[in-house]
């Protein structure tokens, strides 16, 4: 007898197989997503406070190099805040080509952003402003004082603050523990 001869061979997968397969998938990307999204705004604050940083730190290489203020203006309100940069004068970010250096707009607006506000802290200058000194970088306000500064941002119960010390020094620091900054 020759039982080889009306054996069929299996190939591929069957339809439960499949399912199982999917369903399992399903699970695993329902666990997933909340954990995809928290990252993701917690990136988007990160962006939002090294970007602010790093227009802080060129302001005021930009103010020592050209002997002149660069001021940096911040405006709207959250959720829809901006913050914008100009030289010798304060500019309103929420104009068009209002906030440029040398003919080039440098605006920076929440759109790139999210959720993410910001709310800032800048004593004697209204609207809130900083500026840096062009001889030894020291921070100033609208009416030439020295003056510290803070920027908070705010993300999904996370916090990052871009603070400006009256010398001029710019850091990050979270009260939070986010973003591995140190502690405010």
Not at 89 to 104: E, K, L, M, P, Y
Request: charge should be negative; hydrophobic fraction near 35%; glycine fraction near 10%.
């Amino acid at each position: 007898m020759n039982l080889k001869k009306n054996q069929h061979t299996q190939k591929g997968f069957t339809l439960i197989e499949l399912l199982i397969t999917a369903v399992i998938l399903g699970v695993l990307v329902s666990l997933a997503a909340p954990s995809m999204f928290s990252i993701l705004e917690g990136r988007k604050l990160k962006g939002a406070a090294e970007n602010l940083f790093a227009d802080l730190i060129f302001a005021k290489t930009e103010t020592i190099k050209r002997n002149n203020e660069v001021i940096l203006s911040f405006g709207g309100t959250s959720p829809a805040w901006c913050y914008g940069l100009k030289e010798d004068v304060s500019c309103d970010c929420a104009t068009s080509n209002d906030c440029s250096i040398d003919g080039i707009e440098k605006v920076v607006t929440s759109d790139s952003y999210g959720n993410t506000t910001l709310t800032a802290a800048f004593p004697g200058s209204s609207p809130e402003e900083t500026g840096f000194e062009p001889l030894r970088g020291f921070s100033e306000n609208s009416s030439g004082s020295f003056s510290n500064g803070t920027a908070t941002f705010l993300n999904d119960g996370r916090k990052a603050i871009v603070m400006v010390s009256s010398l001029g020094r710019v850091r990050i620091c979270s009260d939070t523990g986010f973003g591995g900054y140190e502690s405010c």
